[in-house]
């Protein structure tokens, strides 16, 4: 049901013509893009203008720049148009995809490294029609992707590290703690490092996703610590790789030690107490949840998490 009479005038043509303005910046080229006539375009301007209260759009040097309050509904009316064409999507059955359907997925190198291959070969044996498309985990969470559809489902770190917002909703899949990689000598790996040891040695620091601050240094922050951070580097592996030419150490997802390539003159040892554990999270929008297509995606997600524990636990 609209809450607004306003809105009980826009039809699917307007919203279109919104978004494709909103796109291209241009009544002209939205016109030539629609096939349709620029009063056209001026007249649902028109209304649409007067169904949300706002110029939506000014000029500027032959632009037109969308006001603060079209960047903000942008994102939800592609989501009702995205919705809409979703429906052409599904048969009259038992609601399976009768067209080919690619995920759009956001998610960190955490992610690819241990979860994906399980979620793919679930993927080619339950959902055949379905191939995923992965874009990296930047800053933050993309919210207005995933109200808007850009984004099926992000996948980050929690509890607490990704960015909550009232239109998503999430749940834990996983659950990680850390090992220590070093390469500098010690008379017993079997001992964890001291704080002070941690943070005077120097570390290396992997940067798969930005961030202004990991878990790792927001938690020495918390007890009044920093570490002595040596280089960063954009892959676990390229990290791996320079302990075994530099006397560092390597905050390591313990997940991750059977998956890659160690050095034999690196050494595992366990991190100082307290050091922070970590969630692996799926974010989704609110108005997903009850999509049949998109249970089965999640469903993917917790059996590949479940079959990367109990293969880490067997070997």
């Given at each position: 049901?609209?809450?607004?009479?306003?809105?009980?005038?826009?039809?699917?043509?307007?919203?279109?013509?919104?978004?494709?303005?909103?796109?291209?910046?241009?009544?002209?080229k939205t016109a030539e893009t629609m096939n349709i006539s620029q009063p056209t375009v001026s007249y649902c301007l028109k209304r649409l203008r007067s169904c949300f209260d706002d110029k939506l759009f000014s000029s500027s040097h032959g632009a037109l720049v969308p006001t603060a309050k079209a960047q903000k509904i942008a994102p939800y009316l592609k989501n009702v148009v995205d919705s809409?064409?979703?429906?052409?999507?599904?048969?009259?059955?038992?609601?399976?995809?009768?067209?080919?359907?690619?995920?759009?997925?956001?998610?960190?190198?955490?992610?690819?490294?241990?979860?994906?291959?399980?979620?793919?070969?679930?993927?080619?044996?339950?959902?055949?029609?379905?191939?995923?498309?992965?874009?990296?985990?930047?800053?933050?969470?993309?919210?207005?992707?995933?109200?808007?559809?850009?984004?099926?489902?992000?996948?980050?770190?929690?509890?607490?590290?990704?960015?909550?917002?009232?239109?998503?909703?999430?749940?834990?899949?996983?659950?990680?703690?850390?090992?220590?990689?070093?390469?500098?000598?010690?008379?017993?790996?079997?001992?964890?490092?001291?704080?002070?040891?941690?943070?005077?040695?120097?570390?290396?620091?992997?940067?798969?996703?930005?961030?202004?601050?990991?878990?790792?240094?927001?938690?020495?922050?918390?007890?009044?610590?920093?570490?002595?951070?040596?280089?960063?580097?954009?892959?676990?592996?390229?990290?791996?790789?320079?302990?075994?030419?530099?006397?560092?150490?390597?905050?390591?997802?313990?997940?991750?030690?059977?998956?890659?390539?160690?050095?034999?003159?690196?050494?595992?040892?366990?991190?100082?107490?307290?050091?922070?554990?970590?969630?692996?999270?799926?974010?989704?929008?609110?108005?997903?949840?009850?999509?049949?297509?998109?249970?089965?995606?999640?469903?993917?997600?917790?059996?590949?998490?479940?079959?990367?524990?109990?293969?880490?636990?067997?070997?």
């Open positions: 049901m609209l809450s607004s009479n306003y809105l009980k005038q826009l039809d699917l043509q307007d919203i279109v013509i919104f978004l494709n303005m909103f796109e291209k910046l241009s009544a002209r809409i064409n979703r429906c052409a999507e599904y048969d009259s059955g038992d609601g399976a995809f009768s067209v080919p359907k690619t995920w759009e997925i956001c998610s960190p190198e955490y992610f690819e490294l241990s979860l994906l291959p399980y979620a793919l070969s679930n993927i080619v044996k339950k959902m055949p029609e379905v191939t995923l498309n992965l874009e990296k985990l930047m800053r933050h969470i993309p919210v207005d992707k995933l109200i808007s559809g850009d984004v099926d489902l992000a996948i980050g770190f929690g509890p607490g590290y990704h960015q909550l917002h009232p239109d998503l909703e999430w749940e834990s899949i996983l659950t990680d703690t850390f090992v220590c990689l070093t390469s500098c000598y010690r008379h017993d790996y079997s001992i964890p490092l001291s704080i002070d040891e941690f943070c005077s040695i120097p570390n290396i620091y992997p940067t798969p996703w930005l961030s202004e601050k990991n878990m790792v240094d927001s938690w020495l922050d918390k007890i009044g610590k920093s570490r002595n951070v040596l280089s960063n580097a954009n892959t676990y592996q390229a990290a791996i790789n320079i302990l075994g030419k530099v006397p560092a150490t390597l905050a390591l997802p313990t997940i991750l030690v059977k998956l890659m390539k160690i050095p034999d003159e690196v050494k595992i040892c366990q991190p100082p107490h307290g050091f922070p554990t970590f969630t692996l999270d799926l974010i989704w929008a609110r108005d997903r949840s009850n999509s049949k297509e998109f249970i089965k995606l999640k469903n993917i997600m917790r059996a590949a998490a479940d079959e990367i524990v109990a293969d880490q636990v067997n070997t």
